[in-house]
């Protein structure tokens, strides 16, 4: 299919993950990332948004092991709340917790920190801009993601309440990925997906989007030497979920990936998902609103 962009209205669903330690990990998204435990069973563990019972991080136990060797696989996912007040209140929550911050940084469209789980995955909070809080509107790129470090204290100073419990209006924002093969996987995400990119003047980064956000998925060219791809045994990322808006734009998406020679993708008709694996082993389901 020429032309194929994929549905504007495509976001991130949830991020799934597989764990060691299952009430060591259960214990951090709740307590510290602030997610709402919405279901347990003994191997499993679903949290997110208690408002409106949305699922944004699976957690699911395995008998695996840690990779031997670097992966490709998640560097990041970005938990979006709704503006600067609550991202200075959860940052002031990891203060007093004593969770190491990684870095506070800010860019055109919005400032962000981030931190890890006790299984080394990165969680990164952020908000969006408003055009409002630009100071010259028409010199910002919106898509620009030119990041620089900024003190804590730029995001302490902004805060409203304690953070005890992520707000309503939470979501995934986006997922950053470590790759092997940064033109081979820009070809798969935008010939076989349709996404847009949106920012490709590093050598090293990619950022793509659907309709008009400043991007969906970031992707990291490994430092250096070969990412091995992800054991179905390994812990850390199982599966990015991401959600269309409709029957059509699922069929559309088939239809082109199949059209671009991506062979390796599954759809289940009876519970509308389609599975499909990257060129660097990582694994995307697709739903329905």
Do not use: C
Request: without cysteine.
């Amino acid at each position: 299919m020429s032309g194929y962009n994929i549905a504007d209205e495509t976001r991130i669903g949830f991020v799934a993950l597989k764990v060691k330690d299952l009430q060591a990990m259960l214990d951090f998204y709740s307590q510290i990332a602030g997610l709402a435990l919405l279901k347990r069973s003994e191997e499993a563990a679903y949290l997110g948004a208690r408002q409106n019972q949305e699922v944004l991080v699976t957690l699911h136990k395995i008998a695996g092991e840690k990779p031997k060797e670097a992966t490709a696989g998640l560097e990041h996912f970005a938990i979006l709340l709704p503006d600067r007040n609550t991202l200075g209140s959860a940052l002031q929550h990891m203060v007093d917790n004593g969770i190491a911050i990684d870095g506070v940084y800010e860019n055109a469209y919005s400032q962000t920190f981030i931190i890890h789980d006790p299984e080394g995955n990165g969680v990164e909070f952020a908000y969006d801009k408003s055009a409002a809080e630009w100071r010259n509107i028409n010199a910002v790129d919106w898509h620009s993601e030119r990041t620089v470090k900024i003190p804590l204290d730029n995001v302490l100073n902004h805060q409203d309440g304690k953070y005890s419990e992520a707000p309503a209006g939470v979501n995934i924002g986006h997922v950053q990925l470590r790759v092997n093969n940064l033109k081979e996987t820009a070809n798969f995400y935008e010939k076989g997906l349709g996404f847009s990119i949106n920012d490709d003047a590093d050598p090293k980064q990619l950022f793509l989007a659907a309709g008009d956000y400043h991007h969906h998925i970031g992707v990291n060219l490994a430092d250096s030497g070969q990412l091995a791809r992800p054991a179905f045994n390994n812990y850390g990322l199982d599966f990015v979920n991401l959600v269309l808006p409709n029957e059509s734009a699922m069929d559309l998406l088939q239809t082109n990936l199949a059209a671009q020679g991506f062979s390796d993708f599954d759809y289940n008709a009876q519970f509308h998902y389609l599975q499909v694996t990257d060129p660097n082993g990582i694994n995307l389901w697709f739903s329905l609103a």
